[in-house]
């Protein structure tokens, strides 16, 4: 994590989490060091009860190693990774988990099959939410992990997701970007055509809650001067909440672009599934699942309010 100044936000939002009761969360093959250290330090702060899903012998042994006392925290043995999922989707199925993690796994062996047995009628999603020392307040980035090519239809659904999220954390009528490499519909650019009738979709109220403007390049969502020198009039300029990326290519790349290159911070989420699903990249540090955590406990006990 950054420092406190630029930390502030995000610490912000684990400090309100502390306010409700800790989560009950499986952790999918959870004998990694930085899945263990993150998942045992929710559990410490208050946040989380885990419940560790693995190699029993391996996870005892990591977690003597990292100095953390697993008395009162369970473990669920378990001889494959494959084994691991099914566990972690039992518990949830039978009410003994509020939420899922991803430990040491591809996303793919975790979520084909927790898209199998715990979906809801909703669209499931990832969100992150980004904090940048270089910008005023959180960036929701969306879909970086599950969403591969959405079509117009998709890309609605994933867009009220990350509204109702930021919603529940606080931003009453986030502002949205629908992201593209230019300012103006082209229809060889197939992303503009979806920008721009997902602006006129959100005027409609077939996307509530939100100011949605498109297409827009990167820089002019981020920068008011930026818009105001290309002539761009959008009032998600220079204020925005929530970056549409046009696939999970682009919203991925840009996600590790701020993290590795402008010193993001950056929590990552599933939603629309039965249960909030952490999924943060094998190389997160410890101090990201611990911000994920919060966000889960956060979207499991916050109810949206539907009014403007």
Not at 57 to 83: M, N, Q
Not at 143 to 171: C, F, H, M, S, Y
């Amino acid at each position: 994590m950054n420092d406190a100044t630029t930390s502030s936000r995000l610490q912000d939002l684990v400090e309100r989490a502390r306010a409700f009761p800790p989560l009950r969360i499986a952790v999918v093959n959870a004998e990694e060091a930085h899945v263990l250290q993150g998942m045992l330090e929710a559990r410490d702060e208050g946040l989380a009860l885990p419940i560790l899903i693995g190699d029993a012998d391996g996870i005892r042994r990591r977690c003597e190693k990292l100095g953390f006392d697993l008395d009162g925290t369970d473990i669920v043995d378990a001889g494959s990774e494959a084994a691991a999922v099914e566990q972690g989707i039992a518990l949830v199925e039978r009410g003994d988990a509020e939420a899922l993690a991803k430990g040491w796994i591809h996303t793919d062996a975790l979520m084909h099959p927790v898209l199998e047995h715990l979906r809801t009628g909703k669209r499931v999603s990832h969100v992150f939410v980004c904090e940048l020392p270089t910008y005023p307040k959180l960036l929701f980035i969306t879909d970086a992990a599950i969403n591969i090519a959405p079509d117009l239809a998709t890309k609605a659904q994933i867009l009220q997701n990350a509204v109702d999220l930021a919603r529940r954390l606080g931003v009453k009528r986030p502002k949205a970007a629908a992201l593209s490499a230019v300012e103006v519909v082209k229809p060889a650019i197939a992303s503009t055509i979806d920008a721009a009738c997902l602006s006129k979709m959100a005027e409609r109220g077939q996307i509530r809650h939100a100011i949605v403007d498109g297409p827009l390049a990167f820089d002019n969502t981020i920068s008011a001067e930026a818009a105001r020198i290309k002539h761009i009039h959008s009032p998600v300029s220079g204020d925005v909440d929530i970056l549409l990326a046009p696939d999970l290519n682009a919203a991925n790349i840009l996600a590790k672009d701020l993290e590795y290159l402008a010193g993001a911070t950056l929590a990552g989420i599933v939603i629309g599934a039965r249960v909030p699903i952490l999924l943060p990249s094998r190389s997160d540090p410890p101090e990201a699942r611990l911000i994920a955590t919060a966000l889960a406990v956060l979207v499991h006990h916050l109810e949206n309010d539907d009014h403007d």
